[in-house]
């Protein structure tokens, strides 16, 4: 039995603003950038937009650090041009999500203010305040050992009045107290007042990081070295989560609305399934984080980790099949701001590969069964910044307060800090954070100004002009996936997904049904050319689409070219 929605059916195009389009000169990208644009979007052929957060913020982790939720920064703009867009982009039948962070808020947050004034503030209860605890020396010590996702204690000291306050993120970033019934209300009143304005939804932030253990124990020991620990048991999927879930989930119901969670550190589908059941009224559907993760060696992301075909053969059949028979729902996505670009990544990002590697993971994820993200520039084939770039070009938090840690920690180990480099060219968020490539004018035509971040080398030969409207680009290639999952609604999104040749290491093949609908999908993921034999009783009559010309096929074999993808329609389709 098929559950169909249209948030099943759509497409969501992520925009990171500063980077997305200046139209004032100040060289950070704004909302009148994106106004600018709506009609690229729209070309593309998505049904939403994700804009990252745009709200009033000390910008420490991008916007992330939200310190107020009813303004907007100065730097992108005024709550009239939010208006403009949000009518831009219904006028043009597109919806529009706002980024939700409420596991924090920005240190410079009124409520953190308040609640950080005095001990006993109305807001005190608002954020997560706990006492020192002391080692047999008697020197005083976080609550517990739990580390910041951005390096150091997860526990900042608070001088005067002599608590410390939980930020699993910067420091600059305290996180809330669910347990809070007030500073709940607050939350869903903001969600309300959003709603009101007009959006249609919301991607919500590390939404499961939000309840957290309340006897906050010290996390397990894994790695003797470190100071601390990561705690996620403690607080992914926490013990209320689903009590907040479905306080939330309940407000989006009634106002039809969408909503993605951001979930890291789970991918237990049972859970998951809790969380985006069909009757369950939490989340239409969440980010895991399976396959980003598949190379993130054991000392944490920015150690290496070779990555095997069947390690994304077994994470795609364990969404893909658990998801469709069971009644949840998957995002699907390879980049966004926090992750790499995908062809430097996992293919090559050289100039006479690039464009092939690009249309083979369009390929790859855009027939799956789920709702397709495409993060902006990811429909060009943008690539990582150059190997060439020193780490003063960098500016992301993560990567910064890992490099000085690093630095502090281990300040002669040359060989260490050269891998770590060579890590952070291959994984650190910047990467997809370089400003959008418009064009082969000065700066890719993303500003008219100075770029707050230095513009990726490869502009003058990947940019959005040499490639909207020219047949073969990755663009055009989006669009045809996106179109043609349109036009094959059951099959694409509805309909069963089967993996095929389980054991091969080079190619990924996958068989989309519905009733006797069906078409293959054959990825050749290798720079080099492989013969692939397709399974028996395959036609190659229907091609719906390729990333090169027609198919290379002898008695059953493919000869498969290097990065070559394609799709193939069987029986009735
Ligand atoms: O990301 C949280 C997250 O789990 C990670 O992706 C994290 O940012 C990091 O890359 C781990 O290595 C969300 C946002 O997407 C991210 O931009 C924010 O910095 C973070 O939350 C804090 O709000």
Known sequence: QVQRAWWKEASVYQIYPSSFKDSNGDGFGDLGGIIEKLDYIKALGVDIVWCCPIY???????????????????????????????????????????DLVVNHTSDQHEWFQQSRSSKDNAYRDWYIWRDPKYDSQGNRQPPNNWSSYFSGSAWEYD???????????????????????????????????WLDKGVDGFRLDVINLISKDQSFPDAKVTDPNQTYHHGCEYYANGPRIHEYLQELGGILDEYNAFSVGEMPWVSDPEEILKCVGYDRKELNMIFNFDMVDMDHGPGGKFSPKEWQMTDLKNIVSKWQNFMIGSGGWNALYLENHDQPRTVSRWASDSPEHRTLAAKMFATFLGLQSGTVFIYQGQELGMTNIPEHWNMDEFRDLETLNHWNELCEIRPTDRELQSITKQQYHIKSRDNARTPMQWSADRHAGFTTGEPWFRVNDTYDSCNAESQVGVAGSPFEYWRSILALRKQM???????????????????????????????????????HGVDWKLPAGVSTKTLLISNYDGIDVHE????????????IAQGKA
């Open 556 to 567: 059953g074999v493919v000869k498969l070219r290097l990065f070559e993808a394609f799709a």
């Open 56 to 98: 009033k913020s000390p910008q420490v982790d991008m916007g992330y650090d939200i310190a107020d939720y009813k303004d907007i920064d100065a730097r992108y703009g005024t709550m009239e041009d939010v208006d403009e867009l949000i009518s831009g982009l219904h006028h043009r039948g597109l919806k529009f999500l706002m």
């Open 159 to 193: 001088e005067p009045s002599g608590q410390y306050y939980l930020h699993l993120f910067d420091k600059t970033q305290p996180d809330l107290n669910w347990e809070c019934d007030e500073m709940r209300s607050a939350v869903y009143e903001t969600v309300r007042w």
């Open 489 to 527: 609604l059951d099959v694409f999104v509805y309909g069963d997904f089967q993996m095929v040749d389980t054991e091969h290491e080079d190619v990924f093949a996958y068989k989309r049904t519905f009733k006797e609908q069906s078409v293959l999908v054959v990825c050749n993921f290798r720079q």
